[in-house]
């Protein structure tokens, strides 16, 4: 299989990269990018080995730009691109090759939630009526039919995997108060004085609280489409880590739902999935997940409300990794192929 | 003015030693550890400078043991020590010196209470009767009296100082949910693997959710003396950073409360603090106040919730800092002498 | 193949793991602890997923001793043990199983060194008759036919592959001057106070300079074997970095020895190499091989003196990886197997 | 006494700021900058607390341009502007206030010199004339009578501090070998790729080495005028610190030299100085000077070679603590007025 990877030079895309040249069933990756056409892959990214260099030796280990991308044909395309310049960019390749948009441009289908979280209407609602929302352990069934994908945030990914079951199966209600924790690469590779070492280093805080930020939109028309009378707010938080994220929420429980019903549905949802560890009262850390695919979830019972944790690699679970397991599950791949289930030391 | 600062080798002693050296009341300083007595501070502590030397002089530049502290009578007492070891090592200094505790021995004046948080009694009842609670800006009157001083911990000043206005005006209602994020310094300097550079650089957890924290306790007993009908759910996390604190807050208003209300309130408890900086809308970042014994406040309020936020250092404001401003109330001298209002760049 | 990890519970060890556990040749991992026999190794450390799991799955998981690993007979022992422990523990596997030394006992073959550098003498002088220094890129040959390899140290690894090239051929004379960053890992899993997060973050230093770290006793040898009149001078320090290490050697060139010279050398050395990636004059960051089994070389000749830089990731090419690059050259799979050629972001 | 300080939005201009607030013969800071002018202060720099502003007052708190900053007739001028744009804004300051010029601008008299390292020729022949080297420790009397200060590089003051006082006496001979590792800030304030958290922290490199950093000229001119034959080598790393500086050399011994000679010589240049700290054989951690205006140094003697440590906070001692220094020198002010000894915990 011949994959594409338009946006090479980001953090997504550069990990995107290392997996597809790590995944058996890709034969030859197609690095784009429209700003470094030419460039060798190995000076934009002098962490490449030898072994990924081979994957790209037809382009002569260059990066190309988007038409000649084209004409090569590829099976899947990875579009690892700014928001409202993916989906736009994307263009040429609807209808030819699967694609798993990384970018928040194919997400929400709704006219006027798009508008408000991005101050613009969505780019092509076309498509957008096609796209499937890429959370795979939660759309499997819908995701082995797409041919757009559209890969999910890495704040919805970890916050709503722990709620989703409970939500599903009517467990809670009232307001959820979520705090989740990212690294900062979730900024993306932008030169900006807000994202310089000196400034994040020993440093945290909080940024775009409650209803504010462009996820909260994401999170929230996940949330309704399984109990609409859930409310949420979600304080994200800038923590001095590369990679990782931590997300712990405070939920109100109903009265009659027990620790076993709790442990009960979570197997049900999860017990077989192999990026997810269910860890029950033991918290998780974000460093168990490092370079890994998986989400592991935590939650404990006191007073009336569960209490749930859960971490992801935001650049993995949240980004590439997610992608590449959305391409396992459509080409009937195993869903694990290609990717990590252990995180670094 | 002599002071002792007994437990000099740990973090918070240590800081001490370096804001007594510059505080201009304080003549002499006597460093006292019941390890290392007779080990000259600079082999203890490479960081401290001439300047700081001078002020130990009389001691040869050389820690002491308890009993030789006593017999040098020193107006004040900082007993830096681990909790349950240090109200019963104040002993010979009760009733002779100013004792200001930054452990948590005298903070919870009900039995029962600091039974549940430490799993036995407290050790000092007699001494709890008349310690008072030294958080400086809500009870400025009653440390001026205090001849024992129990230093708040760092959570609950970052978590109390943006709720105890809102609170005592009756202004919220309902359940708290608290997210605070704490460097790594909190656990003091002790030798034990989960807090190795390793372990901790790009890592981030929750630790002793909801209710379990004993500093939820020292938090709820204050909220309940402001209060009683407010419940909180407070979750702790590391973060790695060497100092700091953030809490982040959702609080349910009460509907008659308007944004100008809040503000008034604010002004009114912290207007005049020299410590305390109003931000508004403006979110805060530890970075800001790094080695400051300041506590800056942002407050937000979306459908109905008011989102609170506040920064400290953990080892100032939430231990060192706060004790010396103590010193200064109690002594009469002025709240800010020998105490940074800038937080390291 | 069954191979056994002596040591599971340390950073090398847990590294180990997760190689083997990837590796697939390797269809049985048997985790061994004198510490903490029993315990199931998801406790010992959550950052394994189910897949790693699975191979120790005959184990039930969990952690065996020494004795019941013996029982188990594993074609290959990895010690990852304490410098001074490893060699007597691994008595019983010597002459059954490939033993795979990752401590110093077995690298130094002088009774006088050995005993200069570790204060008593080696360990076990008839098996370090036997022993293989399992330096892959130089030694291959030998390794191809070892039963006993002695890994390298890290710093020596670093150090040594930019210069025994240029030493092997003559091309260098005088006194070397090296200055070494090693990343904490090096240290090991123990809690010692200074190297909390507190001591170590945003915090450097130089340690055991010039001729008096044990690997300089290990590199100064390996140079002997190519050059005795070659000097050095070894000043390692600690930066705050996890996992790492960067060498920058100043060394004199003779006067006839060209830049081409010296890039042909390089070339027939490393050329076909995966391992290696020659840069030229552009300098390494140890980022780019952070995960990697790599190690990449950098050189530039600056008025009569050639300056040489090297990365490589401290636990893996420095530790475990070697490790692992040791097994694939004695049991002729190809040297790559179950090892990474590309640096994680 | 009055201030000015131009490049306000700078690290060098911040932490000017808080220092000249501290410092007791300061009662009025203005604050310049060509880029924000009319900004208000606690905007640029949310860090600084109530006392630093009511230093300021006097201008509204807010940032003015050069030409208003001329009409107040400040005593003294501080330029923490870029190099190359920094002489040439003095300009009308020369002649009417003590200018102390933080940019590389006026240190190297050498018109050759300064066309090589900086690719173009110095800025203000005539300025240059006159402007004195402010390395304090050495220059004291230069420096009392100066009107204009260059204040020396972050790298040339923490290398040739421990090392001038032996090339002074003719100690030492042959080619030094210096390796220097330099915090972050040291790059400045500016939004480049290179230096954002994700790409710099846990990762090291080297950078412009042997003799390309335009530092190493600056290094090169001060030992001649001391010792013309000696030779250096200084290579230049980047660690993930947010503030410090660590420089280790490799040095010839010239034989008749004696350890008490060595011992002799420094404390004769520096055995009364506030800012130095000799510690003989114990080896100095940047940690220990953070925040300080300190350069610690550290010395020992094996096989003919004295190896030489030294750290200093490269913001502080390499950078605005040194200039507060050279005012202090310059106005017959306590030399330590307003400056810290001891570094931050």
Same mark, same amino acid.
Not at 158 to 173: H, N, R, V, Y
């Given at each position: 299989?011949? =994959?594409?990877?338009?946006?090479? /030079? &980001? ?21 784009? +990018? ?22 790209? #030796? ?10 000649? =991308? ?15 310049? +993916? ?57 082995? %039919? ?20 409970? #939500?599903?199966?009517?467990?809670? $209600? ?53 109990? %609409? ?14 990679? &990782? ?6 939920? /109100?429980? *109903?009265?009659?739902? +027990?620790? $076993?019903?709790?442990? *009960? ?26 370079? /890994?695919?998986?989400?592991?979830? /935590? ?10 944790? +859960? ?5 993995? *679970?949240? =980004?590439?990794?997610?992608?590449? $397991? ?14 990590? $289930?252990?995180?670094?030391?």
């Amino acid at each position: 299989m011949k =994959a594409a990877i338009l946006g090479i /030079s &980001g953090y997504t895309g550069m990990i995107l990269l290392r997996m597809l040249a790590d995944h058996p069933e890709i034969k030859e990756i197609i690095p784009v +990018s429209s700003s470094k056409p030419g460039e060798k892959i190995i000076d934009i990214d002098p962490g490449i080995g030898k072994a990924v260099m081979e994957k790209t #030796a037809a382009l002569n280990n260059c990066v190309v730009d988007i038409s000649s =991308a084209v004409t090569q044909k590829p099976d899947v395309v990875f579009a690892a691109l700014p928001h409202l310049a +993916s989906a736009t960019t994307c263009e040429p390749f609807f209808g030819k090759s699967v694609v798993i948009d990384l970018s928040a441009d194919l997400r929400i289908k709704d006219h006027d939630l798009f508008q408000k979280a991005y101050n613009t209407p969505p780019p092509r609602p076309d498509i957008l009526k096609i796209a499937v929302y890429g959370l795979c352990e939660i759309y499997e069934k819908e995701i082995k %039919k797409a041919d757009v994908i559209a890969n999910p945030g890495c704040y919805p990914t970890c916050t709503l995997l722990p709620i989703i079951p409970l #939500a599903a199966k009517g467990f809670i $209600q009232g307001t959820i108060v979520t705090n989740a924790l990212s690294g900062i690469s979730g900024a993306g590779k932008k030169a900006t004085i807000g994202n310089l070492y000196v400034e994040r280093t020993e440093n945290t805080c909080a940024y775009l609280p409650g209803k504010t930020h462009r996820h909260f939109t994401e999170i929230k028309k996940e949330l309704d489409s399984f109990d %609409k009378s859930l409310e949420i707010f979600f304080n994200p938080h800038l923590v001095p880590i590369k990679r &990782g994220m931590h997300a712990a929420s405070v939920v /109100s429980l *109903k009265s009659n739902v +027990s620790e $076993q019903d709790i442990e *009960k549905v979570y197997n049900e949802y999860y017990g077989n999935k192999k990026f997810i560890v269910l860890k029950g009262k033991k918290l998780p850390e974000t460093r168990d997940v490092w370079g /890994s695919n998986r989400c592991d979830i /935590s939650w404990q019972i006191q007073d009336g409300k569960i209490l749930l944790f +859960s971490v992801i690699d935001n650049l993995i *679970k949240g =980004a590439s990794g997610q992608a590449v $397991q959305n391409m396992n599950i459509r080409f009937n791949f195993d869903e694990a192929l290609g990717l990590k $289930q252990y995180g670094e030391l």
